[in-house]
């Protein structure tokens, strides 16, 4: 199961891994743009996908999907939580949360709290911005504050980081992974229109190539990887110190677990 592949890297992973002979389900917000996705994945493989619609803004969307999924699918082989994006303006949710935080990673978060006992892995799509990172569990909001988009941004990434390595050691039986896929021309940053079109323009990764490390922590052997750790290009990088702390990872999972009002 793909988040955010309705387009970019999410999309090119699902249709490589639709391509090796996997059943693929993807999640994407906007529906007519998960029906293109559906069909590329389709017309790359010949099996039609599953397709499910949620808004990650929206927790209760994440409930509804949640639930959709337990319904459908008995095993989850690999969840990848690959949607995410930033906003260039301060935005709070209707849960009361700074948007980057919450779809970046509260929603991931709930998401996998949800689905648990039916994923047999975990890849989170992270980010080298994580160095702009200036997390505090204490105040999920606080880039609300004087905000700065790539600050916000990589608050995000870093929780992304440090929630990977914290459900590895709390989940030792559910093998989890980040990765940072590159600076990728997608439609990420689609609402600024001068980054966005520098995105496309400029001569940055394609997403095939930005998912290439996802759709090979997706297949490869666990025996060959380390559980929590943080990926580049196919090979286990260190993040910067605020991304590997685990007592910050632990906090963080803590005020993740109460913002979401789940049992941590």
């Known amino acids: 199961m793909v988040t955010g592949a309705s387009s970019g890297i999410g999309l090119a992973a699902a249709v490589d891994l639709a391509g090796r002979g996997d059943r693929v389900v993807l999640v994407g917000r906007d529906p007519a743009r998960l029906r293109d996705a559906g069909e590329r994945v389709r017309d790359s493989s010949g099996e039609q996908p599953e397709l499910f619609r949620a808004d990650f803004a929206v927790l209760d969307d994440v409930r509804r999907l949640a639930e959709r999924l337990r319904a459908t699918c008995d095993r989850i082989d690999v969840l990848a939580n690959n949607a995410g994006g930033i906003s260039f303006r301060p935005v709070t949710t209707v849960d009361g949360f700074e948007l980057s935080i919450q779809a970046n990673h509260l929603a991931p978060f709930l998401l996998s709290h949800l689905l648990r006992d039916r994923i047999g892995r975990l890849v989170v799509t992270a980010s080298g911005a994580h160095r702009s990172g200036v997390l505090d569990p204490d105040d999920l909001n606080a880039t609300l504050r004087d905000y700065r988009p790539y600050r916000a941004y990589g608050t995000s990434k870093q929780a992304n980081i440090l929630f990977a390595a914290e459900a590895a050691r709390r989940w030792p039986e559910l093998p ?5 896929p590159g600076v990728v021309r997608t439609r990420f940053a689609s609402d600024n229109r001068l980054i966005a079109f520098g995105l496309r323009a400029l001569p940055f990764r394609s997403p ?33 110190s605020k991304a590997a702390d685990p007592a910050l990872a632990a ?5 993740s677990a109460k913002a979401v009002g789940i049992d941590g």
């Open 251 to 255: 906090r963080l999972w803590t005020a």
């Open 176 to 180: 989890t992974y980040s990765f940072h």
């Open 208 to 240: 095939e190539r930005g998912a290439e490390t996802l759709v090979w922590l997706a297949n490869q052997d666990p025996s060959r990887l380390t559980s929590g750790g943080y990926y580049r290009d196919r090979k286990r990088r260190r993040p910067l």
